[in-house]
């Protein structure tokens, strides 16, 4: 099956900082999100990107599908945004229409 | 409210015994799902359905039944809990084929 992989495994930020977290993908998807799971463990939906680029607020992702790759960056880091990043993907053609998970970016920020 | 909604958030339970989580979604999504979150192992699917009476195996379901009577509802039960089934339990829902998923708020379920 699809491989998800993710890094940095984890970030340690100032208060104000910029970041880049990656995710690598093994095969075609039509489907990738990115997610925050906050301190309290809720999963909350960041981008549903399988293609092209979006942005909202201090946050942008990037997907290159053809290249098998998805970017999450966070500008000017704020201590709400520590948590888990999680990348998501939907093989392509799968029938379940299950998200294969990353292992995760752990992200503490820094007062 | 609207969305989706798991309940309760958070039961202990003894070995043995037969739980039921509950999720509703408010959306009439076609798509609905059950994952476990653990250390080492991220989230892992359960259970998915496709629409109401359609239901199918995930990556680890053994030790779980699954129903879908009402396109909203989609309880998950433990017929006869075990420690390992220990874990963080994730209810989605998605309109359609590959389309966003959203993610209820999670039940901690710890079972001794």
């Known amino acids: 099956g699809i491989q998800v992989e993710q890094s940095p495994p984890d970030l340690i930020l100032q208060e104000g900082a910029n970041s880049t977290l990656r995710c690598n993908f093994s095969?075609?998807?039509?489907?990738l999100q990115w997610f925050h799971q906050n301190p309290w463990g809720q999963l909350i939906n960041l981008f549903y990107?399988?293609?092209g680029t979006k942005q909202n607020g201090r946050l942008s992702a990037t997907t290159v599908a053809t290249e098998r790759y998805s970017l999450l960056y966070i500008s000017s880091s704020q201590t709400t945004d520590s948590g888990v990043y999680f990348c998501?993907?939907?093989?392509?053609?799968?029938?379940?229409?299950?998200?294969?998970f990353g292992t995760g970016t752990l992200l503490a920020v820094q007062p | 409210d609207a969305g989706i909604t798991q309940s309760p958030r958070y039961k202990i339970t003894e070995t043995g015994r037969q739980v039921t989580l509950m999720c509703h979604q408010t959306?009439?999504?076609?798509?609905m799902f059950w994952y476990r979150q653990d250390l080492g192992h991220g989230l892992r699917l359960i259970y998915y359905?496709?629409?109401?009476?359609?239901?199918d195996k995930g990556e680890v379901p053994d030790g779980y039944v699954v129903s879908r009577s009402k396109t909203e509802n989609f309880p998950l039960t433990l017929e006869s809990a075990t420690r390992s089934q220990t874990s963080v339990y994730f209810c989605?829902?998605?309109?359609?084929?590959?389309?966003?998923?959203?993610f209820g708020q999670g039940t901690r379920l710890t079972v001794v």
């Open positions: 095969d075609s998807v039509n489907n």
């Open positions: 998501a993907v939907g093989e392509y053609g799968g029938a379940t229409n299950k998200l294969i």
């Open positions: 359905s496709a629409a109401a009476d359609i239901t």
């Open positions: 990107i399988p293609s």
């Open positions: 989605a829902s998605s309109p359609g084929r590959h389309t966003e998923a959203f």
């Open positions: 959306w009439s999504h076609s798509y």
